[in-house]
């Protein structure tokens, strides 16, 4: 099942959308907004699939057209994002990139921060900041949503509470970072508002891509209509997604629609190219002592997109450019 | 005006009540949840408003007891919750004890982190947690609740996005924060689940103590039915609200309901005691080499209260118990 939210109102209106991304359905009769259905998903999920089947089927007379441009984030707000670094070989790179070496035990503890989740960006829509001097980055990453989980679910356990899958543009500012992190209280000015695909999808729709809690799919990302990377998100994920959120629930439960994140997808074949600028500025000066790539600059665009075994969109694409803020008024 | 969650359904049900915390009435003709209210706080807050008052008249013929056992955190759940450190003098203490230098430019650029807002416990429920190995620890706070507030507000204009005023108990696990601070992402399985007073006020409420972006009243919090610390949150508070806010808000908006704490309130004058029981450790190591007050175990109470000049408590008492969490099922 493919679920979108139109850009109406703080929380959106949710809409069922066809499997190849062409047309919608209205489902107010069933959940007005995404996160009135996770909220109860157990009883409106079966409900959303048998629309989903019949506008597949063209059984629904008041479909339309479906536009990713009107989209907001599946969730446009949420009570809890919460992202992973799953791919250790790119926190490895990265923090070699900011001179700092990478414990031992990061192969092992899962790496997490805590996102702030009450001003999405519509996946279409442009990233505004005030600043070219932030560093300004994409990160290209998958998310799950999650129904709630208690505290202390096991890895295990933790798999049937995955409910949606998503991609992420999470928007980083790299040159906030080393001055914040060396604060010690992780991320905050330096992680702006985060941008989610048009669609968020349920696991059924990856096929055999869904295995082992991840995505065996390459994630493609463009810049300016440029090949940027399509690293695998199936390979070099040293923690999966039940992982993640077995971490993320140690000590406190997740409400339904809480969002979990893979972190910046990345191999170690470097011929598959990055999913953040940081990780390519990198390689670049292991090779060439010097990074040569800039960080984005204001009218830079970004383009976030996975394609199934036969070449079909699955989750819309994140398409966007970054814009001057005007400021506050 | 005086406001509160009953515990009902994932949002609680919203009521006015009395100034003296004695009576309650619905509101559910003018907004079902405080939600729902803060995402038309300007035009529902005078509705509220003029109910508080009829209420406190005597004049709402279906009022009922307020029982603040019945309540949820006035935002049971909530899209933003960023908290502060803004008692600078409790950072250095708390640093000095990780052994952890504080660096000078704290005095001058605030440090908040991003906590996580799914899943806040009542102001009465039990702090249920699996180990008291992880160092169970209360945080007495205040916190603010704003409407939207623009990216890159200026503390001037910050002011005035404040409209509500609570008390939190943002339980720390010590023990995990030195491995978890060490990683570089901040705070995650160490801050588990906060708790906010009964009641949130609207600042007039607060009358000349609310002033300068601070509340210029002592917090009064209890360790097992013995006081533990009464420092005055107006004193000591290096950077007021409206500074904390313009930080959050530096590089995204602030969505409608977001929550911002002050941190731990600390006073120079140790007289008035502590709001946390790492800063009374500290005291200890510092006065006579080791630390004697043991962190919290399951059975212990705290309480958190705050009183006007009257003696009246203005928002109620978060009064909790820490419990064994029996574990995921």
């Given at each position: 099942m493919k679920l979108a939210s139109l850009n109406e109102?703080?929380?959106?209106?949710?809409?069922?959308?066809?499997?190849?991304?062409t047309r919608a359905a209205l489902v107010n009769d069933i959940a007005p907004t995404?996160?009135?259905?996770?909220?109860?998903?157990?009883?409106?999920?079966?409900?959303?699939q048998d629309r989903y089947r019949a506008l597949n089927a063209g059984e629904v007379s008041d479909a339309f057209d479906f536009e990713q441009n009107d989209c907001a984030s599946p969730l446009p707000r949420a009570y809890q994002w919460a992202d992973g670094s799953a791919?250790?070989?790119?926190?490895?790179?990265?923090?070699?990139?900011?001179?700092?070496?990478?414990?031992?035990?990061?192969?092992h503890d899962p790496l997490i921060y805590q996102g702030g989740s009450d001003s999405f960006i519509p996946p279409r829509a442009p990233i505004p900041l005030a600043s070219e001097d932030w560093g300004i980055d994409l990160e290209a990453e998958i998310a799950v949503i999650t129904d709630d989980v208690p505290m202390g679910v096991s890895p295990l356990a933790a798999e049937k509470h995955i409910k949606l899958l998503m991609l992420v543009n999470d928007?980083?500012?790299?040159?906030?970072?080393p001055n914040e992190l060396s604060k010690g209280f992780g991320f905050f000015q330096s992680k702006p508002s985060s941008s989610f695909s048009p669609v968020a999808v349920t696991l059924d729709e990856l096929d055999d891509a869904w295995r082992d809690g991840k995505i065996h799919l390459p994630l493609t990302s463009h810049i300016n209509d440029e090949l940027f990377g399509e690293p695998n998100a199936g390979i070099d994920m040293t923690f999966n997604f039940p992982q993640l959120i077995a971490h993320a629930a140690k000590t406190r439960p997740l409400g339904a629609g809480a969002i979990i994140g893979s972190g910046t997808i990345s191999n170690y074949d470097r011929s598959t190219g990055s999913s953040?600028?940081?990780?390519?500025?990198?390689?670049?000066i292991v090779t060439d002592g010097s990074a040569s790539t800039p960080f984005m600059r204001f009218g830079d665009t970004v383009r976030i997109e996975m394609f199934n075994k036969e070449?079909?969109?699955?989750?819309?694409?994140?398409?966007?450019?970054?814009?001057?803020?005007?400021?506050?008024s």
């Open positions: 109102g703080r929380d959106g209106k949710l809409v069922v959308v066809s499997r190849d991304l995404l996160q009135a259905a996770l909220d109860n998903w157990a009883e409106i999920e079966p409900k959303l791919y250790v070989n790119h926190v490895e790179l990265v923090r070699q990139a900011r001179g700092a070496k990478m414990p031992e035990s990061f192969w928007v980083s500012l790299r040159n906030l970072i953040c600028l940081a990780e390519k500025r990198m390689l670049e070449g079909e969109s699955i989750f819309g694409a994140i398409d966007q450019k970054v814009s001057k803020y005007p400021g506050a």
